[in-house]
């Protein structure tokens, strides 16, 4: 979250006579990757009037921007002359006028608060927007700290009002902030709202793994907060509860935030409770994908968040401001998700949810693509690619996704149109078989495992170079024989020395189509291969090279994977490819996996090419 959005979002500093649109800062209203990347600069201003949110006997984190840090004309600098050293001066009044005599003084430190991109930890779950590294340090004369490279700064104050204090106003220099007062908010949503989420033990320890990183930051810990009133603390980590933020100015920032949320959904709850429950529900969305993994879905779009916490604590609002500024975030929200499982993989039968049979009684080819709901209601979804065949419809459960296949076309290029009531989402795919020519076909990049990012912005990530994966198929110059030759580069720290073939670096290819495999081979890095078909099973070696940054090997492709083109009557190769590295990063083609999802979907290759013939590739 960049620095511009964290210091509106704390501010709350939507005022004035009536409701208005919020300011909106550099980088605030962007892409998903935008608005969850640091701030490239300072806070340089603030509303003429922002606001405080304060509840009686809680002291209260304050962003102070640099242009109210300004005395003289010039920033303020710890120990200059004319510069106040902390703590600061604050006075409070009912008029916000120093000198009325209502009017007192306060004094509040002054804290930098330090952030820049955390270092990616091997191992981390990745699902989620990349961490912010935050520190607090206490300002005092002398020279500022120094920077390391890509940190930010900006201050902020603690200020401990008096007990007694119940004024309109705190004036900060020469900036007036207006206060709103609130009662301290119920300690949990109404759970009886929720969707109902049904999970084994070990599929909410996973969903805490994910959750974890996320609840480290004291600026994103509010929404794991929420999830525990529903799904319980002791559920997601039960050796000893979410981790705790030990910096103390931190923890009050990360408290105060957490409680404004709270009490701007019990504020909207008591006006509207089923409106505050569905906008609960996007804020905290808990899927369940296919292959039943539990991952959060909550929209991405920080400042679209941070303008309704500032529209529902606008103390100036009316009651019906803040019930369409809920309505207004959940227009902004999609109310589904979509993507591409398997592009022409799939051999549907007319028995088989969007399968059909052609005019002779063949099964038709089809994509398969996967929906979930995102509302927290569910959802009626239809599908359809072009003019083939009516659409195929799916009844998808609160917070549930489904699998459909979808008869496609599959001698031209097609998309797949979704709808959803009024919302309607195309996705690409690519069902023409890939024609093959001398010397052969290049298969890449390989695409890391999804992330909530990637999957929502359509964004695929390309594996890293140092972990790049390469293949080629080609047939032998002298024979009829088809061969797949990898090679996977890696970094020359990798474990070699490992005895435990689940911590090696591998391969799997996957032969025919997804809904009727014909041989899924792994192959580890030591040469040892299987085929991890049940009714299979079969190990065998497959020569391995080895060199400093790289190893590689050639795999001839079992004869019986060879299809009959159900349009052309030509032969055909379905082929996916997955690395699973020595730190168990996954990287699959043609299409990114989703965390937890066995294998990727395949993509049929025109063999009959090679030699332009339809039946001389075999």
Known sequence: M??????????????????????????????????????????SAVETEPQIVLFPGRAVFVPVPESVLTF????????????????????????????????????????????????????????????????????????????????????AAILEPPDDFRGRFVRVNSTRFRITWLDSPPGEVDRARAPVLRATPDRLRTLGKVLWPEATDPFRRWRVSLICDRLGAAALWPDGGPPQIADPVLRLASEQLELRWRAALAELAARDADLAADVIHRLTAIVRFPDGQL???WPLRGAAATALLQALLDG???????????????????????????????????????????????????????IADLTGRGLIASATCGNEGPPVQATIAPHASAVIGVPTDPTAESSITVRCGDWSRQVAVSTVPVPIEPPGLRIGPLLREQTLQSLTAEAPRFAEPEHATAALLFRDAESPQWKLYVE????????????????????????????????????????????????????????????????????????????????TGGPVLHLSLQRIDEAGERASWPRAMLPGQVEPGRIGINIGTWDHGSGAGR
């Open 2 to 43: 960049g620095l511009v959005a964290l210091t509106t979002l704390l501010l709350a500093g939507a005022c004035g006579s009536a409701r208005h649109d919020p300011q909106v800062g550099p980088g605030m209203e962007t892409s998903a990757a935008a608005a969850v990347s640091p701030a490239a600069t300072l806070v």
């Open 72 to 155: 003289s004309g010039k920033p303020w600098t710890p120990g200059a002359t004319g510069n106040p050293d902390p703590p600061l001066i604050l006075w409070g009044s009912a008029t916000g006028d120093r000198e009325n005599d209502r009017a007192r003084s306060m004094t509040a430190e002054l804290w930098r608060i330090i952030t820049k991109a955390a270092p990616p930890s091997e191992g981390e779950a990745t699902w989620l927007p990349p961490l912010q590294e935050w520190r607090a340090l206490r300002c005092s004369p002398g020279a500022a700290p120094a920077l390391s490279d890509g940190a930010t700064v900006m201050f």
């Open 295 to 297: 991952l959060p879905a």
């Open 316 to 370: 100036s609002a009316s009651p019906e401001a803040s019930l369409q500024a809920a309505r207004s975030f959940l227009d902004q929200c999609d109310p589904a998700l979509v993507w591409v499982i398997d592009d022409a993989g799939s051999a549907m039968h007319a028995s088989e949810p969007g399968g059909s049979a052609d005019s002779r009684g063949r099964a038709v080819s089809g994509a398969i693509i996967g």
């Open 488 to 567: 996977c580069r890696r970094a020359e720290s990798a474990n070699r020395g490992a005895t435990d073939d689940t911590s090696r670096d591998r391969v799997i290819i996957g032969f025919g189509p997804g809904t009727e495999p014909c041989a899924t081979i792994e192959v580890l890095e030591t040469g040892r291969a299987v085929d991890l078909l049940p009714a299979v099973a079969a190990e065998f070696d497959v020569p391995v090279r080895h060199d400093i940054d790289r190893w590689s090997f050639t795999l001839p492709v079992p004869e019986s994977c060879i299809e009959t083109a159900r349009t």
